[in-house]
């Protein structure tokens, strides 16, 4: 079964930064295409981030994009996520996802089949 | 953007009826729609995924259907452990932007 731990997540404060951590087991992580969705405090789901496989190709949402890197190492089985210039609105709970499907111009059957437990941001002075 | 609708926002149910929870996208998706099922302080679990194709070890009586703007996820027979928050997904073509629906919260009735 697809194990997937975040860390990192705490409280900071507004204007900080804070570099989040997955770690991957139990299925072939080289080989996948890894994503951060988070969930506000009793919201929805929010995509923040995806990377591709070799890690060669990022994107992420309007909401995050210029302040969140997404990056990885494969050789530590890793997925991170750098988070820059917090706000009050990037306090969630952070998921790390791994994603079935590719981010291929056009594959859009492109979906999360396996979730952390997720790590809490809390952004406050 | 692709905007996806979900209908309704609550939906009270008591176990053994059947649930029966929509999406609707503001342009076609084709057929590139999944369905998540979230329960309280639990991480989102994939249950469908190109609008009809159970993931791997979902039940029977979850099941997807729709294709274009219209989908519909139905639970044939509702299992106290069903009730949950379910969302609907879907990948932009170009570039690669997942938008979720803002969710259904399946309750007991």
């Known amino acids: 079964e697809v194990q997937l731990l975040e860390s990192g997540g705490g409280l900071v404060q507004p204007g900080g930064s804070l570099r989040l951590s997955c770690t991957a087991s139990?299925?072939?992580?080289?080989?996948?295409?890894m994503a951060w969705v988070r969930q506000a405090p009793g919201k929805g789901l929010e995509w923040v981030s995806a990377?591709?496989?070799?890690?060669?190709?990022?994107y992420y949402a309007d909401s995050v994009g210029g302040r969140f890197t997404i990056s990885r190492d494969n050789s530590k089985n890793s997925l991170y996520l750098q988070m820059n210039s917090l706000t009050a609105d990037d306090t969630a709970i952070y998921y790390c996802?791994?994603?079935?499907?590719?981010?291929?111009?056009?594959?859009?059957?492109?979906?999360?089949?396996?979730w952390g437990q997720g790590t809490l941001v809390t952004v406050s002075s | 953007e692709i905007v996806l609708t979900q209908s309704p926002a609550i939906l009270s149910l008591s176990p053994g009826e059947r649930a029966t929870l929509s999406c609707r996208a503001s342009?076609?998706?084709?057929?590139?729609l999944a369905w998540y099922q979230q329960k309280p302080g639990q991480a989102p679990r994939l249950l469908i995924f190109?609008?009809?194709n159970r993931a791997t070890g979902i039940p029977a009586r979850f099941s997807g259907s729709g294709s274009g703007t219209d989908f519909t996820l139905t639970i044939s027979s509702l299992e106290p452990e069903d009730f949950a928050v379910y969302y609907c997904?879907?990948?932009?073509?170009?570039?690669?932007?997942?938008?979720f629906g803002q969710g259904t919260k399946l309750e007991i009735k």
């Open positions: 996802a791994k994603v079935r499907g590719s981010l291929r111009l056009g594959e859009s059957s492109s979906y999360f089949d396996s």
């Open positions: 139990k299925f072939s992580f080289s080989t996948s295409v």
């Open positions: 990377l591709s496989a070799s890690g060669g190709a990022t």
């Open positions: 342009q076609t998706v084709f057929r590139y």
């Open positions: 190109d609008a009809s």
């Open positions: 997904q879907h990948r932009n073509h170009w570039p690669p932007e997942y938008t």
